[in-house]
């Protein structure tokens, strides 16, 4: 137990051992953790928004595919009606040239009637004239009563 | 566990074997024996010193903050369970100053206790073949080394209470704490520091150099085994290996204890009472 100036060495020894420590040694690795921890924090903050926003995605296009079911829903509904719309118009359509054309028909068929009868009269009065004729030949001068004749065959 | 180097001599006692070992490698420097220096010492501390500090500082230099590599986990490894004791104990900003000297402290008190794993007769006959009569391969069981770095210590602490309260508050807690401001009861007050600031640095010097210079003693005596024939060189192998084994606990303890203590009165300096 000689205490001697190797106790001075010593400490001057362990003063410049701090200071080197302090000095060169402990700011890089102080600086390489902390950068290390702040990066993995980061990370893993990161990681949980990812998730939230994930999360808030699968809310939206859940949302998204109820709100365009619902559309397609009602589209499909339209549709339908319009169809029925279509269907009902194209048959009102229908009826409508179906009349029109029944009365064009009709009224062909009553121009024709009057046209038979026309000729009908035509004839049956040209008949009667020549009946009459052959009849009055005989006995009427054609030129004397042909007036009367006339006013006959127009009743007719 | 060879002992033919001092057989050379002369004659050896026991005695004369413990002496021979626990001989430092003294050069004066001056005209008193103060003016001593145990070469040995010296040279063994700052050796370990750069090459374990110099270590951390390679380690430090190319330090990445991605994935580090094993060496660098390792290195982190220490500074973390540095940065957590100190942590715990001192409140303030640690890495200015108080950090960096637990790491200190720990690395190389913990380099310095660990040559007492070198084989005794082995080392001490290896240095006698490069021409060393004497020898010490353990820095911490000389009681300058643990002196000093407790004395350096103790002007920190010293220098942290007077930065930390100012010097009027530093002399007024002298007298003031613990037992309060009377007038009455200054003496007693300041009778406590005294004691206190005297048995700090000699329990925090001696716990360690008493732990390291015993571990030795009970080398040197296992050691001593040897000089009864084969028989006593097994019996003294087996034994040396198991203190060995368990010698590993105090290295790593006391290395541990010191600078727990170093932090512990670096951050009692920064509270006020």
Sequence with gaps: MNINFTLVAQAIAFAVLIWFTVKFVWPPLLSAIETRQKEIADGLAAAQEGKSALEVAAKKSEATLNEAKLKASEIIGQAEKRAAQLVEEAKTNAKVEGDRIITGAKAEIEQEVNRAKEGLRAQVSELAIAGAEKILRKEIDAKAHSEMLATLAAEL | ?273
């Excluded at chain 2, 000297?101 to 008190?109: D, E, N, R």
């Excluded at chain 2, 002196?147 to 920190?156: E, N, P, S, T």
């Design chain 2, 1 to 273: 566990m060879t002992t033919e180097h001092a057989q050379s001599a002369t004659p050896m006692t026991p005695s004369s074997y413990i002496e021979h070992h626990l001989g430092f490698n003294a050069q004066s420097v001056g005209d008193t024996s103060f003016w001593t220096l145990h070469v040995d010492t010296l040279a063994m501390s700052v050796i370990l010193g750069v090459l374990v500090m110099g270590f951390v500082w390679w380690i430090a230099r190319g330090a990445t903050s991605g994935v580090p590599t094993k060496r660098q986990a390792f290195v982190e490894l220490v500074f973390g369970f540095v940065d957590d004791q100190v942590k715990n104990i001192f409140h303030g900003d640690r890495h200015s100053f108080i950090a960096p000297t637990a790491l200190t402290v720990f690395l190389w008190v913990f380099a310095m206790n660990a040559m007492d794993f070198l084989p005794v007769d082995i080392f001490a006959a290896l240095m006698h073949a490069l021409g060393f009569e004497h020898w010490r391969a353990v820095p911490t069981s000389d009681i300058n080394t643990t002196f000093a770095l407790a004395l350096a210590v103790w002007f920190l602490m010293i220098f942290f209470s007077i930065k930390a309260k100012g010097l009027g508050g530093w002399i007024h807690e002298l007298f003031c704490a613990p037992f309060g401001s009377n007038p009455l009861v200054w003496p007693a007050n300041f009778l406590f520091n005294l004691i206190e600031y005297v048995s700090k640095p000699l329990s925090h010097s001696l716990r360690l150099f008493g732990n390291m210079y015993a571990g030795e003693i009970i080398f040197l005596l296992l050691g001593m085994w040897a000089a009864t024939g084969l028989a006593g060189t097994v019996f003294g192998a087996i034994l040396a290996a198991g203190w060995s084994i368990f010698h590993i606990l105090i290295v790593a303890l006391q290395a541990f204890i010191f600078m727990m203590l170093t932090v512990v009165y670096l951050a009692m300096a920064h509270e006020s009472h």
